[in-house]
């Protein structure tokens, strides 16, 4: 429809493609948008429309590239049970309670589930280093290295 | 047992056979958590004299080291003993610039019953996860405690 050869419509694509990918991975301002593509000596109108096409699709761009970073297993969900031991094979009459848990994590779009168990004395140890955890985004040392580092 | 002087006049097999049927015998009774009573009447239908009955039973009541092995001995699940926990502030990575994520990485240490060591589970969460993650444990520990007061 256009009457272009397919080689220059490719090539205008993968500039496209690189245009957009580059400006959204560095999230450059509008300014500096506007300043690295004046240098191609395109019209003020096409200017404008490449901007707003950045400006529309950057987040969608900074989402998709955020999943092609390396990643280690994230966590999913948790479900738990409590579990209590009456006998074993070695032992007879016996009352061990146990938290037995189905983690489930992602990796790379695999899911996979962990059975784990722990019992009562780990489980609140568990709990109580994993608040300490989030207690710590709280501490002034964070607050301040966040707010800095913008 | 075999280097002991007192019993170097008996036949090794002999001695060997007995130790294995002593030992046998404590681990059963053990196991069952049969009381004095009980293994008395059983050495009694074995045709044992009363001396030695009493003396099995007396070296019978030091036998706390034996349950507590007996207690431990079995197949369940990776036991979690251990967490450990970093928190991260990324601030660019190979895909994506700026991306001002702050971020856990939790890592369970686990044993495992039959051989000991195992990798341990690692996964990173984001803060809202992580919060997921300790209101579940938290459910459970007040399930436990529910549980214990009934």
Same mark, same amino acid.
């Given at each position: ?23 959204? #991975?560095?999230?450059? *301002?509008? +300014? ?69 848990? #189905? ?48 | ?6 019993? #170097? ?58 349950? +507590? ?43 495992? *019953?039959? *051989? ?35």
């Amino acid at each position: 429809k256009l009457n272009i050869g397919v080689d220059i419509i490719e090539h205008g694509v993968e500039g496209l493609v690189y245009l957009l990918t580059e400006s959204s #991975k560095l999230m450059i *301002s509008e +300014v500096d948008f506007q300043d690295s593509i004046h240098v191609l000596g395109f019209s003020d109108e096409l200017n404008k429309s490449l901007l707003q096409l950045y400006l529309d699709n950057r987040k969608e761009i900074r989402s998709i590239l955020g999943e092609l970073a390396p990643r280690l297993p994230s966590y999913h969900s948790l479900e738990w049970r409590l579990d209590v031991q009456l006998a074993s094979r070695s032992l007879r009459q016996q009352i061990k309670p146990a938290v037995t848990m #189905k983690l489930h994590l992602n990796q790379n779009e695999d899911q996979t589930a962990q059975v784990l168990q722990t019992d009562p004395a780990t489980l609140l140890h568990l709990i109580q280093q994993l608040e300490q955890a989030l207690g710590e985004m709280k501490m002034n040392h964070c607050r301040r290295i966040v707010r800095n580092m913008k | 047992i075999l280097d002991d002087p007192d019993l #170097k006049d008996i036949d090794p097999t002999v001695l060997k056979h007995c130790h294995a049927a002593a030992a046998t015998c404590i681990l059963e009774a053990g196991k069952q958590k049969a009381d004095i009573s009980a293994i008395s009447t059983c050495l009694e239908d074995c045709k044992l004299d009363k001396e030695r009955i009493e003396q099995f039973c007396t070296e019978y009541q030091h036998r706390e080291l034996v349950s +507590v092995v007996s207690f431990s001995i079995g197949r369940s699940p990776l036991h979690i003993t251990d967490v450990s926990w970093r928190l991260e502030y990324q601030i660019k990575n190979s895909q994506l610039h700026k991306t001002y994520q702050p971020s856990y990485l939790v890592t369970l240490n686990v044993e495992n *019953s039959d *051989s000991g060591s195992h990798p341990d589970v690692s996964f990173s969460c984001t803060m809202e996860q992580l919060q997921d993650l300790v209101g579940k444990l938290k459910d459970a520990a007040k399930s436990l405690e529910r549980a214990t007061q009934v």
